[in-house]
């Protein structure tokens, strides 16, 4: 485990953390002889390799060497040792949009800047055959001159990556910025669907909260297919109209980047050397990549394998039918759902791991993994049971429920042990969507 003052391949000298994950660490790094303020994300290549990563890290990789955007984070060098993986990159001293917007809504004006920018630069991204699929102000940094960089290009796409029918098939996202037509199975076009993306984050960005929230997962995503929201009454008209246009949940008449730069709203504030914000793309230097990838250790063939179920069919079902049904707790079945981008693999690893932590042991049955106690309850020993269904190798649905034991006990061991610990893995628990909600909903509430 690298430390602080650490020196990483003669070049960097590493310092605070800045953030980790289940498969990588992102640290603080000056380079030696430039004195380059730089960060560096450290994989662990043991865990890739299990967690059937390699591919998606190369992706990103080649993702990174196309586009050469002001706005877009660079990669400077991708350098390997026989257990990590490092990509040194550049330094964002602003962190994640996501901090600013948390506190409240913004400006019109910074709001308009930010958007500008994002726009630019995916615009650009598109011109070079790249659909990020995953923007969202998180994945959005700010340098120290409060100026947008979009990060995180581990779920992009290439156009050789389109099937024969020119669409893209893979569902991925977050929740409450994917475009309708992602959620169906029928494909979807890279281009328009990262458009839909850009309208949910500038009306985040204005509003402070999500245009389609909703507790209900299902309920969320019937809101997203019909386009179903509304603007706060502090929305200037021009930016509703706007919306209106992006927001489409037909993308086949929804606008185009080239008209939002055209709109009038969008060009206040610009000018000429703004508009200016390609850059030359350095050859990122690739030091024994493919060889980090190899490993020699075996790999552990999995005794449970996710259940053949998708999940992103049943939502897709939710327009016309009410499947409440499957979400509603009882007495004997109390459940509770999360998604997660990472492997059956690691789901599997973290659950195991999470039990030691809250004194549980794993039993293996059939495809499901059973959590028991070692100390008889109220109502006997608790059990908690997890199935995992797939909807991609790299997106699964995890339903987790008592099967005995004691309702309190499970709902307390759930809330403060099982949920905080899996974390880092977890997309999104059903119910879990809003960032902010307005005021007029937090006063119903509280009626």
Known sequence: METKRSVLMQKYELGRLLGQGTFAKVYYAKNIKSGQSVAIKIFDKEKVTKGRLSDQIKREVSTMRLVGHSNVVRLYEVMATKFKIYFVMEYAKGGELFNRVAKGKLKEKVARKYFQQLISAVDYCHSRGVYHRDLKPENLLLDDNGNLKISDFGLSALAETKHQDGLLHTACGTPAYVAPEVISKTGYDGVK?????????LFVLLAGYFPFADSSLIEMYRNI??????????????????????????????????????????????????????????????????????????????????SNFNAFDIISLSAGFDLSGLFVESDHKIEALFTSRHTASAIISKLEEVAKFVKLKI????????????????KGLLSIEAEIFEVTPSFHLVEMKKSSGDTLEYQNTLKHHIRPALKDIVWTWQGDHQLQQPQEQQQQQQL
Do not use: H
């Not at 929305?235 to 008209?259: G, H, W, Y």
């Open 363 to 378: 039993n293996k049955e059939g495809g499901l993994l059973k959590l028991e106690g070692l100390k008889k309850g109220r």
């Open 193 to 201: 669907s990262d458009i839909w993306s850009c309208g949910v984050i």
């Open 225 to 306: 297919s019909n386009g179903k929201y509304k603007c706060p009454n502090w929305f200037p008209a021009e930016v509703c109209k706007l919306l209106l246009k992006i927001l489409d949940p037909n993308p086949n008449t929804r606008i185009s980047i080239a008209k939002i730069m055209e709109n009038s709203w969008f060009k206040k504030g610009l000018n000429s050397s703004s508009k200016k914000c390609e850059v030359d793309i350095m050859d990122i230097v690739l030091l024994d990549v493919e060889t980090a990838f190899r490993s020699d250790a075996k790999q552990e063939q999995e005794s449970i394998k996710p």
